[in-house]
């Protein structure tokens, strides 16, 4: 292996080094671990702390450790690291060194040469510390790379039609959202727009003030006033965001976190995603309006962009997928996993540079949505339309998955429900495939809504446990549904099997013109709906060419649901979507 040119993602909060083997970014790892904290620190006896080690010392000795130094990458300032003094670039320098000899003994040969990332927006002064940093920690920093750009990349190294992405990008310190154009191999960031002091570490704040309000306002001490106590909240807070986005509840426990008047006093509370997400909420705007901002900059409309990319580890939240969609009019992909993704494309950048091909990035994701059915205000047997699917696990997400939402009881001293669980994508569940259900009783003779937190974890093999649990008491179920993914294949399986003996007994010779009238076959069930739908479709691939670019992602997206419910020959679905279809060609045929 001669010279080889890793990618390095030196984050906020994280930092990774990744290399091209086989055609394929890998994230190196040590320990098991694909990911080293930015944290560096001093041993009491000076020894230099780099990663996990310096980031279980700042829980204890916070003067002693520096974190998040990328917010401060490009200024003329120093930054205390015990008894010394250390400006930005030597900090960065410090984690870069621990990528560089992590990738130099998982490679089997001295790593001299790397592509590091920044984010789109970062000056030439923060570039420049950047490459300063590097060069510090031994490398020879053959490029300095775009955070979007090599988030793009995972995706389709390759591109050779014209595609627009947007590439959201919510890390621990800081936040971008580019406007990216991919083609014939050719990336080109078209516009960018974000905020150097907004990330990750602003929502653990806001969290942390409140949880240190409500311990202050029950036991009239300030946790933030002591370092030590400041830390050990902080930390926890941060593994409760982590939790909440998967979970609509978590709790905080620290023991021994204070003492007042002899007596030590314990942390313990919960913290909801309802109320998480209220405290995000002005940050998350913010947010949306840099959206705009690049979008107004790339000079394109929202209908212009093909894909959403979600980069960082804060895009998991919830919200943000939320507000994106609804901003966007499309679903956000994160299948790659956002806290890699763009290590993985710095490394295919490297590999690029060093003439080695690339493949496509192979992720193992769910293909279709699992959830279950509800009413449209809780579970129960009761209401005027019982057929609504709440999605739990969407599809598109990585795998393993563990998901769990919050549901309510539908009518007072409701002592038990059903949980039909279902994979699909429609809103109706009956036209969803049912994978499971059971029952859970006993629970609490108490008024409508009570909560019922159902879970649901899905491993690599498509192993799938679904369990609900009454909040109140405890009590809980489960099941374990084997091959819930292999299963709807099978079930796809047989559908096309189906449709291709249609089409084989529709070449059969005809039976005998005197077979009784009753033998005859009736019409083909959608056959009306086919044939329209097929027509539309010739028309609408007519059409295209001519339709404008704003205007060409909607027919496409249109012109995509007509084919998929086609194929799952789902004839009400066909219909509106046909219908849908119609309108905006005859609008644009009159234009």
């Known amino acids: 292996m001669d010279d080889p040119i890793v990618g390095i993602d030196l984050g906020t909060t994280n930092s990774e080094v990744a290399y091209v083997r086989d055609g394929q970014p890998r994230v190196l790892e040590e320990d098991g671990d694909p990911i080293l904290p930015s944290f560096v620190g001093l041993s009491e006896d000076g020894k230099l702390l780099v990663g996990k080690a310096a980031r279980n010392q700042w829980v204890l000795a916070p003067e002693r450790t520096v974190k998040s130094i990328k917010r401060k990458m490009g200024q003329d300032v120093k930054v205390r690291l015990g008894e010394q003094e250390f400006r930005p670039q030597e900090i960065s320098a410090m984690i870069l060194r621990s990528l560089r000899d992590r990738a130099s003994a998982q490679l089997g040969v001295p790593v001299k040469k790397a592509v590091i990332t920044v984010p789109a927006y970062f000056n030439d002064a923060q570039r420049q510390a950047t490459r300063e940093a590097g060069e510090l920690a031994g490398l020879e920093v053959v490029r300095i790379l775009n955070e979007p750009t090599a988030a793009s990349l995972t995706y389709d190294p390759s591109q050779r039609e014209l595609q627009r992405m947007l590439v959201y990008d919510l890390g621990g310190g800081t936040f971008d959202v580019s406007i990216v154009q991919q083609q014939d191999g050719v990336v080109e960031v078209l516009s960018s727009h974000g905020d150097t002091q907004l990330g990750g570490d602003d929502f653990d704040d806001l969290l942390l003030a409140h949880v240190c309000d409500r311990f202050q306002q029950e036991h009239g001490i300030d946790l933030r006033g002591q370092l030590v106590s400041r830390a050990r909240v902080l930390r926890a807070v941060e593994a409760a965001k982590r939790q909440l986005s998967a979970h609509p509840f978590t709790r905080i426990d620290e023991e021994f976190i204070a003492e007042k008047d002899g007596q030590a006093l314990h942390l313990s509370m919960e913290v909801s995603r309802e109320d998480y997400e209220t405290m995000i909420r002005p940050l998350m705007d913010r947010t949306m309006d840099c959206v705009q901002r690049a979008l107004d900059d790339a000079h394109v409309t929202a209908s212009a962009i093909n894909k959403v990319v979600l980069v960082g580890g804060s895009t998991r939240t919830p919200l943000v997928s939320q507000l994106l969609e609804e901003r966007l009019q499309q679903p956000a992909h994160q299948e790659v996993n956002p806290d890699l993704c763009v290590a993985m494309g710095a490394a295919i950048q490297a590999a690029i540079i060093a003439g080695a091909d690339v493949g496509a990035v192979l992720v193992d994701i769910t293909p279709h949505t699992l959830g279950i059915k509800c009413l449209d205000d809780g579970m129960g047997s009761f209401s005027s339309y019982p057929f609504r699917f709440a999605p739990i696990v969407h599809r598109n997400t990585p795998l393993p998955a563990s998901r769990s939402e919050l549901f309510h009881t539908a009518y007072d001293e409701q002592r038990e429900v ?45 192993m799938l446990k679904v369990s609900a649990r009454e909040r109140a008491t405890g009590l809980q179920k489960q099941i374990t549904i084997e091959n819930a993914l292999a299963r709807y294949e099978a079930e796809e399986r047989d559908a096309a099997r189906g449709r291709l003996e249609e089409l084989w007994d529709e070449e059969e010779p005809e039976g005998d013109e005197d077979a009784p009238p009753e033998l005859s076959p009736g019409p083909r069930e959608g056959a009306r709906e086919t044939v329209q739908a097929k027509a539309l479709l010739e028309k609408a691939d007519r059409l295209l060419a001519k339709v404008q670019p704003e205007d060409r992602a909607e027919v496409e997206r249109l ?20 219908n849908e279809l119609s309108d905006i060609l005859f609008y644009l045929e009159d234009a």
């Open 559 to 578: 012109m995509e649901r007509v084919r998929t419910a086609l194929t799952d020959r789902k004839w009400d679905q066909v219909t509106t979507a046909g």
């Open 418 to 462: 059903e949980i039909e669980v279902y994979q699909g994508e429609s809103p109706d569940p009956r036209h969803n495939h049912q994978i499971g259900n059971f029952r859970i009783k006993g629970l609490a003779a108490v008024p409508a809504g009570n909560p019922i937190v159902v879970q649901l974890d899905l491993n690599l093999d498509g």
